[in-house]
């Protein structure tokens, strides 16, 4: 069985703290890794891919891949209550479906 | 503006009675995608298709059925729509089908099957 796991939350932070999201995935062979943000009633949004070790920065985001660890996080800085939402892990896995973990949910007190 | 359209965006039906959900996409992109949201059980995949004509099945496709005869509908048809199919439907589409995870998602449609 092929699985993406998040601690689904809720994760609450005050405003302006970092908040870290936490992903792992049971493929070895997966190769692309993505970060969605769900907001209560919305749609999935991309917010960030990773497909290579290490870190990736935009803005106030930064995804981290270990592939040896098969983990993946998300990091937010400066976190405002408008980050307050589900955040959904993604795992490409070769030749099968894109896996979404359950989610984790992020609430940012102001 | 670029999106992905869904319709009916709301729908209560009964048990039996076909139904068909349409999804549209305004940014040529060669991959499209049916999920399902339900509590606790997070994003399934249904079906998806690689490009025109060429349809898969995804995680959960009992009781679905998809057809991609042209590049911007993706509609998901169900046949005998039965309670366990109550739940929120996206519709989701990618430029390339190499970059499959790098999805723009529609709106969302709400079904209820009584």
Redesign the interface.
Known sequence: QKEVEQNSGPLSVPEGAIASLNCTYSDRGSQSFFWYRQYSGKSPELIMSIYSNGDKEDGRFTAQLNKASQYVSLLIRDSQPSDSATYLCAVNIPGAALIFGKGTTLSVSS | EAQVTQNPRYLITVTGKKLTVTCSQNMNHEYM?W?RQDP??????IY?SMNVEVTDK??VPEGYKVSRKEKRNFPLILESPSPNQTSLY?CASSLSRR??????????SRLTVL
């Open positions: 995608s999920y606790g059980l997070g994003l399934r995949q998806y995804g995680d996206f970059i499959t995870g790098e999805l723009f998602f529609g709106e969302g």
